[in-house]
């Protein structure tokens, strides 16, 4: 069972960049998509952005397409998540998981690590 493990969080001005990743203690095959998921105090994961292992086709959210960029690095078996101009409203705790379809909804992926915290001051 591959597990994630997610890190690279911080504090971090708005405005300012910060570099997640997601490590995976284990292969991950082309038909994997591994997402990035964050979770607001109190409400459900929400879909940040994925990235298909195989192809590489990426996909994000609305709110953080254009300042958001999620990449992988194969021989590492991790993927990372670019956040530049953050803004206060990006202040949560991040996860990544892994799913077999394309998916936007927390419950479709497994593989969860602890996540990471992100602050963003403003």
């Known amino acids: 069972q591959v597990e994630m493990a997610e890190s690279g969080g911080g504090l971090v001005q708005a405005g300012g960049s910060l570099r997640l990743s997601c490590a995976a203690n284990g292969r991950l095959y082309s038909s994997h998509i591994v997402g990035w998921f964050r979770q607001f105090p109190g409400k459900e994961r929400e879909f940040v952005a994925a990235?298909?292992?195989?192809?590489?086709?990426?996909y994000y959210s609305d709110s953080v397409k254009g300042r958001f960029t999620i990449s992988k690095v194969g021989a590492e078996n991790s993927v990372y998540l670019q956040m530049d101009n953050l803004e206060p409203e990006d202040t949560a705790v991040y996860y990544c998981?892994?799913?077999?379809?394309?998916?936007?909804?927390?419950?479709?992926?497994?593989?969860w690590g602890q996540g990471t915290s992100v602050t963003v001051s403003s």
């Open positions: 998981g892994r799913t077999s379809s394309y998916s936007t909804w927390p419950r479709d992926y497994s593989s």
């Open positions: 990235i298909r292992w195989g192809t590489t086709k990426t």
